[in-house]
């Protein structure tokens, strides 16, 4: 989990895409070291995998971030099947 942080701090990130898990130990990290551990320019993170919790949005607002909830946006995408993939494809 350091190395996330230390490459955090030399990439500076302004969008990141996390699991609702990961947020949350950004989040708990951020609030006990600083928000410079995000490095420093973080505006949005897109979480996806699962629902996202309404403490992580208001929180990571406290540190300038907006958090987007990307919860259910595969399944409801529409998308072609890779080519050769098996089944009909609904548009």
């Known amino acids: ?41 973080l505006k949005m993170i897109i979480c996806g995998a699962a629902p996202v919790p309404e403490k992580l949005h208001r929180e990571f607002l406290q540190f300038g971030v907006e958090v987007l909830a990307g919860y259910g946006y595969f399944q409801a995408h529409k998308r072609n099947p890779p080519e050769g993939g098996s089944g009909p494809y609904f548009p």
């Not at 350091?2 to 951020?30: D, H, R, Y």
């Open 1 to 41: 989990m350091n190395m996330l942080f230390n490459e955090m701090m030399c990439v500076k990130p302004t969008t990141m895409i996390a699991v609702p898990g990961m947020a949350e130990i950004m989040l708990n990290i951020a609030k006990a070291k600083g928000p410079a551990v995000l490095g420093g320019r």
